[in-house]
């Protein structure tokens, strides 16, 4: 059995710290389960069969910036705050964020709210399958919700455009870390997104999503996660840019590198969709 987290309410919770927690009457508990197309499931299907109890689904797809033509960019403030409020989400909330794989698109929930400028926001390590393999409760009710006001200050260095990373990589001062797996990174696999090119940002470096997490899908704890970003070559006292396919698995870097004590760190949005798309940008291999 993996041990529990060091908890921490801005980070990480363990299953552990949510069922002591899970009636405080400030806390509030988001699905955020997503997957791939490819896979074929219905993340919000299986939320409505089964979730943690009181939890609200939030819909990465959704709370998106539809303006652009890349999936699920980072949503306006002004469409943030009207989900939030309508999932009675708001100031003075703690909030614990899960998804039904242990520790994947839960984490560019958790990315998106600091973004938005809300800090009291943890990943449940494990997630759903933990909670579940523990005998905890699920339930498959929605939650009652009561609107509540939230104040948002959106954190712009936390995220960045493919003006900034281009600008990084010919000056190879930042680390642009790549949570691809290796064969894609290497331009050796296709991408699951047709259309796009194969291969890496020039000066990025490779640190696969997987190899911060446990077999159990729980993240590993701090000195694991400090010696993957040291095997992958990253010199930790330089600053980060994450990137990957289209900007989720790229926050479970943003999330380790929290965990570490890594503050200067950034997510390249577009990631690989947006990079890989356009003729005039260079690319590696190899």
Known sequence: ?????????????????????INDPDLRI??????MPATGRDAKAEYASAHIPGARFFDIDEIADHRSELPHMAPPVEK??????AMGIGDGHQVVVYDSTGVFSAA????????????DI???????????????EVEDMPPMVRDRH??????SG???????????????????????????FMGEAPEPRPGLRLGHIPN?????????????????AVPALKAAFETAGIDLSKPAITTCGSGVTAAILNLALERIGHRNHALYDGSWAEWGMYDDLPIAKG
Request: with cysteine.
């Open 30 to 35: 988001i699905d955020a389960s997503w997957h």
């Open 122 to 136: 943890a990943v449940l390590d494990g997630g759903l399958p933990k909670w579940q393999a523990e005998g905890h």
């Open 150 to 155: 939230i104040t948002v200050q959106r954190q």
């Open 1 to 21: 059995m993996t041990p529990a987290p060091q908890d921490d309410p801005k980070t990480l919770v363990s299953t552990e710290w949510l069922a002591q927690h």
């Open 204 to 220: 990025s470096k490779n640190l696969p999503f997987v190899d911060l997490l446990n077999g159990d899908c729980t993240l590993k």
């Open 108 to 119: 560019r929930v958790w990315w998106t709210f600091r973004l938005m400028g809300k800090m």
């Open 80 to 85: 943030f705050i009207s989900r939030m409020r």
């Open 158 to 184: 936390l995220v960045k455009d493919v003006t900034q990373v281009a600008q990084a990589s010919k000056l190879a001062e930042t680390e642009i870390i790549d949570a691809r797996a290796a064969a894609r």
